[in-house]
């Protein structure tokens, strides 16, 4: 009797056990197929201090993928909006394994006038971010180094050094800076007209750097093009919305250029928090993947095939809820 109550008993716990032992440690590197390769996206996370905890898996798996590259897509963090949070955020980029690049979210100088996130002036902290961040534009993150283009070389747009282009096997990537928070244009008390004027002139540099890339896309006969910032542009909306509109220069401009374009275009964006792949605007050759965000702390896997007439594959790697090691 007493040994059955020990097994019945013991018997949870080894079962416990053995789900630790078989999740503990770094997941398998996962391999490309030959003609391919893979870059990682991701955004909208660590928000929460749990997520914090939870993110050096995210780093981990990261670092253990074949990967040409890694893309943060902004929103780093959730607050304060300090900038020794934006050093330790820095730090952790400069870590990465494999290459990496970030354009800038809204969390982490749009809506810094919130009290939580310090009361801060958007735009002080969006020229901290640049000081910090994009202090060598023409250079990846990672301890593996990516050359990039940067559009501050040209001086009618010098300030926009987080504006990024750079090549892989053919393709076209861009960055592109439009944030959530209807693209920076969102109410608040005390908001001025310089902010209002900042973010028309921001929303046309991204245009314009947008448009530079698929005439570099053209020029080269890439066989793709890759445009990723933060803000979901609400695509399904009808033109003059509210959420819509403050994009609307940009959605103008990226529909043009896909169908002048003619082979495929993947967008790739934040801010909902949503894993979402589709085809929301008019140019069929468009794919759009919005990647996962907080409450998840997940990062996907885009495989890139240049031969082939739909080349892009997406792998969602979530990190499980309660899993911190």
Not at 26 to 41: Q, V, W
Not at 165 to 172: E, I, L, M, P, Q
Request: hydrophobic share 40%; net charge neutral.
């Amino acid at each position: 009797m007493r040994r059955r109550r020990l097994l019945v008993l013991s018997t949870p716990l080894i079962a416990v056990a053995a789900l630790v032992l078989a999740t503990a440690g770094p997941p398998k590197p996962l391999s490309t197929p030959p003609g391919t390769f893979a870059f990682g996206a991701t955004g909208d996370s660590p928000y929460l201090p749990w997520e914090d905890l939870q993110y050096p898996l995210v780093t981990q798996e990261l670092d253990g993928t074949d990967l040409a590259f890694v893309v943060h897509v902004g929103d780093i963090f959730w607050r304060p909006c300090s900038d020794a949070h934006y050093r330790t955020t820095r730090a952790r980029f400069d870590r990465s394994r494999h290459p990496l690049f970030y354009t800038p979210g809204d969390n982490e100088w749009a809506d810094c006038w919130e009290p939580g996130s310090g009361g801060f002036l958007p735009l002080d902290r969006l020229d901290s971010i640049r000081r910090i961040f994009f202090d060598e534009p023409r250079v990846s993150f990672g301890a593996a180094k990516l050359s990039a283009e940067t559009q501050a070389e040209d001086p009618a747009f010098a300030t926009f050094r987080e504006n990024v282009r750079w090549t892989h096997r053919g393709v076209v990537f861009a960055t592109v800076h439009l944030v959530g928070s209807w693209n920076a244009t969102r109410s608040y008390p005390g908001r001025t007209k310089a902010e209002d004027a900042a973010a028309h002139v921001r929303t046309e540099a991204a245009a314009a750097w947008m448009r530079a890339a698929f005439l570099r896309a053209r020029e080269t006969a890439a066989p793709a093009v890759v445009i990723l910032f933060h803000g979901n542009p609400n695509f399904e909306s009808s033109a003059g919305d509210r959420g819509r509109e403050p994009y609307e220069p940009f959605l103008t401009a990226l529909a043009e250029e896909a169908e002048r374009f003619g082979r495929p275009v993947l967008v790739v964006h934040g801010d909902e928090h949503i894993y979402l792949i589709d085809h929301p605007v008019g140019a069929k050759n468009v794919t759009r993947m919005q990647v996962p965000g907080s409450p998840l702390v997940a990062w996907v896997r885009v495989v890139v095939d240049p031969r082939a007439r739909d080349p892009f594959s997406f792998d969602e790697h979530v990190v499980p809820r309660w899993k911190y090691w």
